[in-house]
């Protein structure tokens, strides 16, 4: 049986280390900030999936996110931090998974800096709300798949390919390492 890589004329895998998987990873997370946060052992009803929003990926490559400190998330988090976090930046392209360890941190001036209006949504009280907590998540390892190109000649390389019955895909993808 042929595999769509054995008719891929292009390489298509590039793991990537340090600073490229931090640079990859700030990159596929600017396409969407939203992913499936997931803990392990799960206690909510949802069985420790959840959408969350991540608020910023720091230069340091931290993740930071606010949450309720009244949460399933911060209760099955402060029970055991490994997690797990999907990405999709868009239909065809930017998707990202990741492991990582997850700490709830007393920060005020980072929940200050962090700070967005829209969040009074969920902490009614504002920035001094008592209900937040701060999240900083570090990652450690993952994968990505994305495209060489960008989405308009990824989606011109399917056609192509598909008028001539050659596989032109113009994707990659590869293990993230951003500690090794």
Known sequence: MNSINNNQPEDNHEDLNREDALKKIKELIAQSDTCFFCTEDGTGPSKGVRPMSIQEVDEAGFLWVLLANDSHTYEEVTADPNVQLYFQGSKHSDYLYLTAAAAVVDDKAKIKELWNPILKTWFTEGEDDPRIALLKITPSEGYY???????LVAGIKMMVGAAIGKTLDDSIEGKI????
């Open 177 to 180: 390492n951003p500690a090794v």
């Open 145 to 151: 798949w994305d495209n060489k190109h960008g989405n």
